[in-house]
């Protein structure tokens, strides 16, 4: 029993020591579980934007095809039974939508981007109506005939030129939409 007094001191010393340093150690331990729940959160988050951001980019390959194959009809053809007008409005009013939708998931500059879309296939749209009238009428008179031939033939070649400027869009606001979802840390 000689010892015994000496221990029971050593041993409170030690339960003084870690009563004083356990609420420090709790400390840094729920700090360590802050940034871990941080970091679990960004993971989560990210994920959610680059599911949205996936299915955007679905959604516009599919309207850019839309809208390619509707440009890529010859204007001959147009008279074939399908409604132009309400291809072009769907097309037209798809496009509208997915602008919205891109100004919330990447940015102002992309809500532009797919407006100047939208301009060239309005624009796009008003030549090939413009085409249509002029086909009508190019038998009408010998004469003026030649002269809407040659306007016909400018107007298709501004037709083609169009035609390359909004494909070329559509391909680089697809390689713009697929960079900003590689760039998220998934």
Same mark, same amino acid.
């Given at each position: 029993m000689f010892f015994y007094p000496v221990i029971m001191e050593q041993t409170k010393d030690w339960i003084d020591y870690l009563s004083a340093f356990g609420p420090v150690i709790a400390a840094f331990i729920a700090i360590g579980i802050a940034v871990w729940q941080? &970091?679990? @959160? $960004?993971?989560?988050? $990210?994920?959610?934007?680059?599911e949205k951001r996936w299915a955007f980019w679905e959604e516009t390959k599919k309207l850019g095809y839309k809208a390619q194959t509707f440009k890529h009809i010859p204007a001959s053809? #147009?008279?074939d039974g399908s409604d132009?007008?309400?291809?072009f409005w769907t097309v037209s009013q798809e496009i509208q939508s997915l602008a919205k939708k891109s100004g919330v998931l990447f940015g102002?500059?992309?809500?532009?981007?797919? $407006?100047?879309?939208? &301009?060239l296939f309005e624009q796009y749209h008003i030549l090939l109506e413009k085409i249509l009238e002029k086909e009508k009428y190019k038998d009408d008179y010998e004469r003026s005939g030649r002269n809407i031939?040659?306007?016909?033939? @400018?107007?298709?070649?501004?037709?083609? $030129?169009?035609? #390359?400027?909004? #494909?070329? &869009?559509?391909?680089?606001?697809? @390689?713009?939409i697929f960079d900003k979802i590689r760039e998220l840390e998934v």
């Open positions: 941080g &970091k679990i @959160q $960004n993971r989560q988050h $990210n994920l959610a934007l680059f053809e #147009m008279g132009p007008e309400k291809n102002k500059t992309f809500e532009m981007e797919i $407006n100047e879309i939208a &301009k031939i040659k306007e016909l033939s @400018q107007d298709h070649d501004d037709r083609i $030129n169009i035609g #390359m400027q909004h #494909m070329k &869009k559509w391909d680089d606001l697809a @390689q713009h």
